[in-house]
């Protein structure tokens, strides 16, 4: 399934899955045993939001443990969760083309929270946080390219941008409609932890 991972890549003809849609190395035209039933539904769909969100193991299941604890639905919680994380957010509002590209910005130091330099890219963004890039990457040749390409796009309605000041601002939480993700059915993963 294409997950979009690669930015710009994934929309023209040089995206991998669109080359080779097999799983790599040199048995990877093979059989292949996939898990049936639900347990296997369910693996994927958790697997599908890990590649999608860029997120190890451990650090989806304390993300699942945190939503579980707040109220609301949990499924939906965590969802929220993994959107207001810093790197998605650079990326949704356009200051990165892709997730890896947004957290490698936030991981050496180039984004603003508030003011302040953030380098966590699993940092919590609350609303009414403002994201911004650093004065002097304003002028990077890669963040401009980013910028031209992001203004084709449009932005999640949880966010404001100014694409000119290369600045985005939370403005209120996602819900689970508003999300544009791949498909992704959130209740598999919350059915996959409860057992």
């Known amino acids: 399934m294409k997950l ?3 930015g710009e890549r ?4 040089k995206c991998a899955i669109e ?13 292949r045993r996939r898990t049936q039933g639900a347990y296997g539904e369910q693996l994927r769909m958790k697997q599908r939001a ?4 860029g997120v190890l193991e451990r650090q989806f299941r304390n993300t699942f443990e945190k939503a579980e604890r707040m109220p609301g639905k949990t499924g939906e919680n965590l969802l929220s969760l993994l959107e207001r994380r810093l790197d998605t957010v650079v990326h949704r509002g356009g200051l990165a083309s892709s997730r ?3 957290r490698q910005l936030v991981l050496h130091g180039h984004v603003l929270v508030n003011g302040r330099k953030v ?5 919590q963004v609350n609303v009414n946080d403002e994201i911004a890039l650093k004065d002097k990457m304003k002028e990077n040749a890669m963040v401009l390219q980013v910028r031209e390409m992001a203004s084709r796009q449009s932005i999640p309605s949880w966010l404001e941008a100014d694409r000119e000041g290369f600045r985005v601002k939370l403005v209120s939480l996602p ?7 791949p498909p992704l059915s959130e209740q598999f993963i919350v059915e996959l932890y409860s057992k």
């Open 19 to 31: 080359k080779r849609n097999v799983p790599p190395g040199l048995h990877g035209r093979g059989r």
């Open 50 to 53: 890990r590649r999608i969100y």
């Open 175 to 181: 819900k689970r409609e508003e999300l544009v993700t």
């Open 119 to 123: 380098n966590i890219p699993s940092y």
């Open 10 to 13: 994934c929309f023209t003809e």
């Open 100 to 102: 890896p590209q947004a």
């Open 4 to 6: 979009y991972l690669k």
